[in-house]
Nanobody, 126 residues
């Protein structure tokens, strides 16, 4: 069992930057593929970014490609989401998610993940 805790959310003006972190406890993250999802009010949860367990493969939603960067530090048991050029439409609760992985795959479906954090609010003002 792994517990995930997100941090780093907040209020930022459009064009600004934030870095979210997702710290894991209970298990080492080095055997987990990780992802970030978000859910805006009145909308379904959507995929944002994913990273393989070793960090060698990443994938992004088209809406964030070129602006967001997912990374991980397995020694610190932490995954990050660097968000630049933020837009009001990025406003949402951001969740990190994890699943055990034997290879170098990443996963984009929320039903492919077993473990979820509690979420952190990101609000982008115009």
């Amino acid at each position: 069992q792994v517990q995930l805790v997100e941090a780093g959310g907040g209020l930022v003006q459009a064009g600004g930057s934030l870095t979210l972190s997702c710290a894991a406890s209970g298990r080492t993250l080095s055997t987990y593929a990780m992802g970030w999802f978000r859910q805006a009010p009145g909308k379904e949860r959507e995929f944002v970014a994913a990273i393989s367990r070793g960090g060698g493969s990443t994938y992004y939603a088209d809406s964030v490609k070129g602006r967001f960067t997912i990374s991980r530090d397995n020694a610190k048991n932490t995954v990050y989401l660097q968000m630049n050029s933020l837009k009001p439409e990025d406003t949402a609760v951001y969740y990190c998610a994890g699943r055990r992985s034997l290879g170098g795959d990443y996963y984009t479906g929320d039903n492919e993940y077993n473990y979820w954090g509690q979420g952190t609010q990101v609000t982008v003002s115009s």
